[in-house]
């Protein structure tokens, strides 16, 4: 069976995993990401708040998780609904001369053109407690 180019799973992909300068693993594009632009369309990932205290009840390495990978908003944590459901999106590094942005969807737009190859990263504190 042959596929359009729309419904191949690239379509709309503009990022790609790899090792970051700034921390671990990073999101880099893996073509040129114009400004303005919805980096992770087609992500719907659902996002589930947790309360901390609950949290502080597991283990290091759980602890150690939640607060690598998720939003802090108050006495909640937000992640994705399974941590094996992680996105790229959750793989975005922060930075304080961001070159994307978060909105109040939690959807990454970028703020300037994006080369080939350049790491997308984000500043958490403009929507994550923890980083303000």
């Not at 944590?77 to 070159?99: H, I, M």
């Amino acid at each position: 069976m042959s596929h359009s180019l729309a419904k191949l799973p690239h379509s709309n992909v503009y990022t790609r995993l790899a090792p970051s300068k700034i921390n671990g693993i990073g999101v880099f594009a893996i073509k040129d990401i114009p400004k303005g632009k919805d980096v992770f369309v087609g992500d719907n990932s659902k996002i589930v708040w947790i309360d901390k205290k609950d949290i502080r009840k597991q283990s290091p390495e759980i602890q150690k998780m939640y607060n690598d990978f998720c939003i802090v908003k108050g006495d909640k944590y937000g992640c994705p609904d399974n941590f094996n459901n992680l996105t790229v999106g959750w793989y975005l590094n922060n930075s304080q001369k961001p070159n994307v942005r978060c909105n109040k969807n939690y959807d990454f737009i970028t703020l300037r053109l994006i080369k080939k190859g350049e790491e997308l990263a984000v500043d958490y504190s403009a929507y994550s407690d923890d980083y303000k």
